[in-house]
């Protein structure tokens, strides 16, 4: 079984800051890692390839420092990876992203299974999964916590908000999977060695046959206009105080609120 | 958007007339042809053994914005009734609307669903395009993105309000990626520029610690999600009527990819969900333990509340992600939100800033979530909760 996993690096969204006089963000220090839902789609895809033979391999599209990405996805196990770069690229949004993701396995040719991780870190959209799926023509299921594959059916169970649904599909198909589907598996020895010689193929725009007025700004529909550091303008009242006090205060300010 | 059939490559074998949702193929001297009921809504694409069937999207450049009018708002139905989410975004989209000066369309698709009818029209819908049949009596990624597609070409609306949960996410940005248009998920305010007439769509990116303003110039429509709670629901005004457009489609079972085999519901699970609660008690990593969240649930207990918990408590495993409050988790509107340990990164605010009442406990007076509070408590949780859950038992006699 052929699996193609697809991967973002993301900044450790806890540490990144807006500059308050340029009104732009401030990138510079702050750690990049695998998204942490990709860690768990790339664990499903290792046990699916420990299960039923085939290989797995990692893609993702980004600046040519996101292989270290691909290297950690390596040293986890994976058996080969590719990354797409390309200034064609830049300012991709969801659906660029999703057609140029496309591309690349068009190339790639042959596969039976997609996993991605629910959702980016630090862009939160969950849409690049879905539109991948669309853009290739195949069935998706969003959102699984447990599957299994037989012959050419997936049975794939969906971590909704209120309930578990189970969905068959037929292979190929797109999954995407939450953090509560398994425990991503540490790095080994070995396969850090053997990701350290591994060549990373970068493949441009030209490379996977993409239309560059699909890609990059030019295929993104949607564009960021304004970005600033949210409201935190401050109307509370601060309860001072020794504890005691301030517990007291409180228990009337809710009583007089009406709020107990 | 364009669809055409390649005739060199189609082998007559009939298989996307039983996927077309409109009957809008016919077979011509043993080839594939789309009728003029055809909508463009891509749902034979994938049904084509042999490629023949090839959908293009039309460059963003090359979009008459002009063509497109009026807002619509997608359903998502529970148990026979309305979401929320859907009358809070029919509500939000009564104003978008009447500042555009049109009208507001409700796409209600289901099996027998238009007893909702009368709902939608009192939370603000102008216009209910109705969509019957068996096969979308469950929601499923396939059939209910060809549907809306097919009537997204058809009567072109200017913007497409969804509900940004789990049904919403999965089918917004399959119709999206099929139709070419712009999507923005998650917005947590929705206006519309004078000047323009774009939907200036607002949202937190870089896990809220900032936030961005994105439009979509060219592409139509202009598509966007929106959590559960983030809008006010409007007082619902039931001498108000919508027109019904009733669509009628043909679907097949056994043209569609994916069944659903069971639905499994947890049953006897005694805890309060976030968002049906009135009052919730949130932790955060200042609660240090997993153990600590004890303290949160004795003192939800004597408030009758749910227990809220930060995106780092449950990332560390201390508690189930359903509790988790913020942009990845529930976005919530209590009458009374208890932030105990929670410094408050714009991902949580993002979830509960809209709560009628926050009270934060915190021992770094700096922290963010003092900027949302009504009451802060500088302080250490440690011994501010448990006085605080023994004056309220002394408060609400249950001594």
Known sequence: MNIIVCIKQVPDTTEVKIDPVTNTLVREGVPSIINPFDENAIECALQLVEKHGGQCTIITMGPPQASQALKDAL??????????????????????????????????????????????????????????????????????????????????????????????????????????MNEPRHASLKNVMKARKKEIPSWTAADIEADTDRCGLNGSPTNVVRVFAPDRHSHGERLEGEVPEQVSALVSKLREKMVI | MGIYIDSEKCTGCKLCLAACPYGAIEMVDGKARFTDDCTSCGACVSSCKFGAIVMEITRKEEVDTSQYSGLWVLAETHDGKLADVTLELLSEGRKLADELGED????????????????????????????????????????????????????????????????????????????????????????????????????????GNVMATIVCRNARPQMSTVRPRVMKKAEPDTSRQAEIIRQSVELNEKSIASKILEVIREEGSSELDVQEAEII??????????????????????????????????????????????????????????????????????????????????????????????????????????????????ELGQE
Request: aromatic residues 6%.
């Open chain 1, 75 to 180: 040293a986890m196990g994976a058996d080969e990876a590719i990354l797409v770069s390309d200034r064609a690229f830049a300012g991709s949004d969801t659906l660029a992203t999703s057609y140029t993701l496309a591309q690349t396995v068009r190339k790639i040719g042959d596969y039976d299974l997609i996993i991605c991780g629910k959702q980016a870190f630090d862009g939160d959209t969950a849409q690049v999964g879905p539109g991948l799926a669309e853009h290739l023509g195949i069935p998706q299921v969003t959102y699984a916590i447990d599957l299994e594959v037989e012959g050419k059916k997936a049975k794939v169970k969906r971590l909704l908000s209120d309930r578990f649904e189970i969905v068959e599909t037929r292979l190929p198909c797109l999954i995407t999977v939450v953090k509560q």
């Open chain 2, 281 to 394: 008690v949130s932790g955060g990593r200042g609660l240090r333990k997993p153990e600590n969240f004890a303290l949160v649930r004795e003192l939800a207990e004597v408030l009758g509340a749910a227990v809220g918990a930060s995106r780092a408590t449950v990332d560390a495993g201390w508690i189930p992600a359903y509790h988790q409050v913020g942009q990845t988790g529930k976005t919530v509107q209590p009458k009374l939100y208890i932030a105990c340990g929670i410094s408050g990164a714009v991902q949580h605010l993002a979830g509960m800033s809209s709560a009628d009442c926050i009270v934060a406990i915190n021992s770094d007076p700096s922290a963010p979530i003092f900027n949302v509070a009504h009451y802060g408590l500088v302080g250490d949780l440690f011994e501010v909760v448990p006085a605080l859950t023994k004056a309220l038992k002394k």
């Open chain 2, 104 to 207: 507001v369309s409700l796409v209600l698709a289901g099996q027998e669903v238009e007893g909702l009818v009368p709902i939608a029209a009192a939370y603000g819908a102008d216009k209910v395009y109705l969509v019957e049949h068996e096969v979308l009596a469950q929601y499923r990624t396939d059939p209910f993105t060809s549907v809306i597609c097919g009537l997204i070409n058809k009567y072109k609306p200017e913007i497409v309000l969804i509900g940004a949960t789990t049904m919403g996410r999965d089918l917004a940005s399959r119709i999206a990626a099929r139709i070419g248009a712009g999507l923005t998920a998650d917005c947590t305010g929705l206006a519309i520029d004078p000047e323009t007439r774009l939907l200036m769509q607002t949202r937190p990116a870089f896990g």
